[in-house]
């Protein structure tokens, strides 16, 4: 007897085994990720020196040392020590920046969708004005004018892609106010802050996310930018791109100063690409 195949039934099987199956490299981006927050969050105490304290007589130690794990730079500071605390700082950056630039974006998208006319191509002008402008040259400026510090680098930071989440969020939004629940929403006498707040943000919020994940890495490579061109974070506070920069002076001596860090950049922003890449596919209704 003949056995009979059903292609659609085939289909729909490796349909559901794609979707129950995790892909390996998205969870080795997920570990990676959770180690990285782990340690930012656990860093004043598995940290085992100050970043400050020097060690004259292990100066330039080789990676490896058994006192100093990845090795020491021409003070005798701890590698290890300066990228743990480097990693709580940029991560810290990051994630501050790209709330504030999610947040920012959101709203502004919302009030373009909401008032439209003339509130819409303020808004609109403003997200081309931000798309157009090389958005290093505007932080190098404002650095360079009001000096640095870690509060103004968050806010300065929250700047970048916020016109992303502007016109995710207006098309969204207004394609949303179009559909039946929004508007017996309104209908029955709900605010637009609670129609917007209430129904319209959860249904695009994972488009938002995934928009987010994408935006978190380019904003550590940026920061990292910033720092190895010396206005970023200032010492005695270190990030990852400060210990590139500072490093590359060491790169022919003692290059694990600079490649250690470079390697967590990397690495970090490869994670968080392959998981946002991955969401967005999970996600996106259109792709399944």
């Given at each position: 007897m003949a056995n009979i195949s059903l292609p659609g039934l085939a289909t729909g099987e490796r349909?559901?085994?794609?979707?129950?199956?995790?892909?390996?490299?998205?969870?080795?981006?997920?570990?990676?990720?959770?180690?990285?927050?782990?340690?930012?969050?656990?860093?004043?105490?598995?940290?085992?020196f100050n970043i400050t304290a020097f060690d004259l007589k292990n100066r330039l130690a080789l990676p490896g040392n058994p006192t100093h794990f990845l090795g020491t730079d021409e003070l005798g500071r701890?590698?290890?020590?300066?990228?743990?605390?480097?990693?709580?700082?940029?991560?810290?950056?990051?994630?501050?920046?790209?709330?504030?630039?999610?947040?920012?974006?959101?709203l502004l998208g919302f009030l373009a969708a909401h008032f439209r006319g003339i509130v819409e191509h303020i808004v609109?002008?403003?997200?081309?004005?931000?798309?157009?402008m090389p958005f290093l040259i505007m932080a190098l400026s404002?650095?360079?004018?009001?000096?640095?510090?870690?509060?103004?680098?968050?806010?300065?930071?929250?700047f970048y892609g916020w016109e992303r989440y502007t016109r995710i969020a207006r098309g969204l939004a207004i394609s949303a106010s179009k559909q039946g629940y929004a508007a017996a929403v309104t209908q029955l006498g709900a605010r637009p802050t609670r129609v917007y707040i209430g129904h319209i943000l959860p249904n695009i919020a994972s488009t938002?996310?995934?928009?987010?994940?994408?935006?978190?890495?380019?904003?550590?490579?940026?920061?990292?930018?910033?720092s190895f061109l010396g206005l970023g974070v200032q010492p005695p506070m270190t990030s990852l791109g400060n210990m590139v920069g500072y490093g590359r002076e060491y790169i022919t001596r003692a290059p694990w100063i600079m490649l250690t860090p470079s390697a967590v950049i990397?690495?970090?922003?490869?994670?968080i690409s392959m998981v946002g890449d991955w969401l967005r596919d999970k996600l996106d209704p259109t792709l399944s």
């Amino acid at each position: 007897m003949a056995n009979i195949s059903l292609p659609g039934l085939a289909t729909g099987e490796r349909k559901k085994r794609k979707r129950r199956g995790l892909p390996i490299v998205v969870a080795i981006g997920l570990i990676w990720i959770a180690a990285m927050v782990l340690i930012a969050l656990t860093a004043d105490w598995i940290r085992p020196f100050n970043i400050t304290a020097f060690d004259l007589k292990n100066r330039l130690a080789l990676p490896g040392n058994p006192t100093h794990f990845l090795g020491t730079d021409e003070l005798g500071r701890d590698v290890l020590s300066r990228l743990i605390d480097s990693i709580r700082i940029s991560l810290l950056i990051a994630f501050g920046a790209t709330l504030i630039s999610a947040f920012v974006g959101t709203l502004l998208g919302f009030l373009a969708a909401h008032f439209r006319g003339i509130v819409e191509h303020i808004v609109l002008m403003l997200a081309d004005f931000q798309a157009a402008m090389p958005f290093l040259i505007m932080a190098l400026s404002v650095l360079a004018f009001f000096g640095s510090s870690l509060p103004l680098l968050i806010c300065l930071m929250g700047f970048y892609g916020w016109e992303r989440y502007t016109r995710i969020a207006r098309g969204l939004a207004i394609s949303a106010s179009k559909q039946g629940y929004a508007a017996a929403v309104t209908q029955l006498g709900a605010r637009p802050t609670r129609v917007y707040i209430g129904h319209i943000l959860p249904n695009i919020a994972s488009t938002l996310i995934v928009s987010m994940t994408l935006t978190f890495p380019e904003v550590i490579l940026v920061e990292s930018s910033l720092s190895f061109l010396g206005l970023g974070v200032q010492p005695p506070m270190t990030s990852l791109g400060n210990m590139v920069g500072y490093g590359r002076e060491y790169i022919t001596r003692a290059p694990w100063i600079m490649l250690t860090p470079s390697a967590v950049i990397m690495l970090t922003t490869l994670s968080i690409s392959m998981v946002g890449d991955w969401l967005r596919d999970k996600l996106d209704p259109t792709l399944s």
